[in-house]
């Protein structure tokens, strides 16, 4: 694969599923490093990047993605090492909106960045979008199933709902699990 897909850096014992869809042109805007896993039906899509002398997403080294998830760059997506996507993910660093008029047309947002720190697992059908500005999904965070999250999320958090809200959060410092603060 990384004969024909021209990655900016691809590392060993990668495996790619043939059924993911990834254009071979924007390939070399995409830094994927040792052990990683892109499942059946992975789609991942670099929009026109602003920076097209680095890579518009990276995936660190023991990232797996599982089945029908949808990774969408147009900024920069960084996840970082033995994080987990469960299936049908969806991580966007843009959005659409509809403009006021009669027919509601759809304008994509310039959009922000997003990185999820290592470590994280993000569950089923769970949605990630920055509008605008550094989204950050804090180390060893967990963002349940269903969840739609739109703004950071400190380190050790579990993450619920829609909007996605911290519901427990745990303290190293003290080895104890305590309530989220809700915003």
């Known amino acids: 694969m990384c004969v024909t897909y021209p990655f ?6 990668t495996w790619i599923h043939h ?3 990834l254009s071979r042109a924007s390939a ?12 059946r039906s992975v789609s ?3 929009l026109e990047s ?9 995936l660190e080294d023991g990232v797996k993605i599982q089945q029908n998830t949808t990774i969408s760059a147009r900024n920069h997506i960084h996840i970082q090492s033995n994080t987990i996507c469960g299936q049908s993910v969806l991580i966007m660093d843009h959005a659409e909106e509809l403009q006021d008029g009669p027919c509601g047309v759809n304008r994509k947002t310039v959009g922000g960045s997003i990185l999820v720190e290592e470590g994280c ?14 989204l950050v999904i804090g180390r060893n965070s967990v963002i349940g199933a269903n969840s739609v999250v739109t703004r950071s999320v400190p ?9 996605g809200r911290v519901i427990k959060q745990y303290d190293p ?3 104890k699990w305590v309530l989220g603060k809700r915003p």
């Not at 602003?50 to 990276?58: A, D, E, N, R, V």
């Not at 380190?155 to 909007?163: E, F």
């Open 8 to 13: 900016a850096k691809i590392g060993h014992s």
């Open 19 to 21: 059924s993911c869809e």
């Open 28 to 39: 070399s805007l995409i830094s994927v490093g040792s052990s990683v896993l892109l499942d």
């Open 44 to 46: 991942i899509e670099i």
């Open 50 to 58: 602003p920076h097209p002398s680095k890579p518009s997403l990276i």
């Open 121 to 134: 697992w993000i569950a089923n059908r769970a949605v990630i979008v920055s509008r605008d500005g550094e």
């Open 155 to 163: 380190p050790y958090s579990i993450v619920l709902g829609n909007p």
């Open 173 to 175: 410092a003290t080895g």
